[in-house]
T-cell receptor, first 108, second 116 residues
Framework: GESVGLHLPTLSVQEGDNSIINCAYS??????FIWYKQESGKGPQFIID?????DKRQGQRVTVLLNKTVKHLSLQIAATQPGDSAVYFC???????FGAGTRLTVKP | GAVVSQHPSWVICKSGTSVKIECRSL??????MFWYRQFPKQSLMLMATSNEGSKATYEQGVEKDKFLINHASLTLSTLTVTSAHPEDSSFYIC????????????FGPGTRLTVL
């Protein structure tokens, strides 16, 4: 039979556009957050992290924003490329359980 | 960076047989490892926490007698799917945490299990 699980919301963007992926968390005491990228058939890989004493952190083409007031994270990918197509998860370092994630599809 | 490996990367077995999946931390020690299952187009579902030298902690709804976990050393955890059935077909992924206090997870590449 079919298993019950978290089905993935999707985001489709044109190559070259910017992507924004959102994530909500529930634990107001959480102090460290991580974004992971999972390509098809592979394990998740670390993209970028942010501590709770920061509002924003930038990497190469990626930016994470943290809004502690509303317990919300976002991952922004600049100039999205086909290689960015994957599922993206945000994670609270204190919780090993993952939310639904978002499937990003980049159209050429 | 820290590397976690899994073996095998894929396995096909007959219904009723048992399959063992290994998860190794290659360049660091892990007293704790985590096992996940992922069905197509779904998220990672935490199955259990593997603890070196002690019993694993299973998530609610995961049968401990069906999914046997052994964490015999600081670099190896194994997941054995016993009496596998087609509904056990899935992508199994392990992870190990990095250095405190950040607890970034290092994930293995996954094992694709197909039960015929």
């Amino acid at each position: 039979g079919e298993s019950v699980g978290l089905h993935l919301p999707t985001l489709s963007v044109q190559e070259g556009d910017n992507s924004i992926i959102n994530c909500a968390y529930s634990n107001s005491a959480s102090d460290y957050f991580i974004w992971y990228k999972q390509e098809s058939g592979k394990g998740p890989q670390f993209i970028i992290d942010i501590r709770s004493n920061m509002d924003k952190r930038q990497g190469q083409r990626v930016t994470v924003l943290l809004n502690k007031t509303v317990k919300h994270l976002s991952l922004q990918i600049a100039a999205t490329q086909p290689g960015d197509s994957a599922v993206y998860f945000c994670a609270d370092s204190n919780d090993m359980r993952f939310g639904a994630g978002t499937r990003l599809t980049v159209k050429p | 960076g820290a590397v976690v490996s899994q073996h095998p990367s894929w396995v096909i077995c007959k219904s009723g047989t048992s399959v063992k999946i290994e998860c190794r931390s290659l360049d660091f020690q892990a007293t704790t490892m985590f096992w996940y299952r992922q069905f197509p187009k779904q998220s990672l579902m935490l199955m259990a926490t593997s603890n070196e030298g002690s019993k694993a902690t299973y998530e609610q709804g995961v049968e401990k007698d069906k999914f046997l976990i052994n964490h015999a050393s600081l670099t190896l955890s194994t997941l054995t799917v016993t009496s596998a059935h087609p509904e056990d077909s899935s992508f199994y992924i392990c992870s190990a945490p990095g250095t405190e206090p950040y607890n970034e997870q290092f994930f293995g590449p996954g094992t694709r299990l197909t039960v015929l």
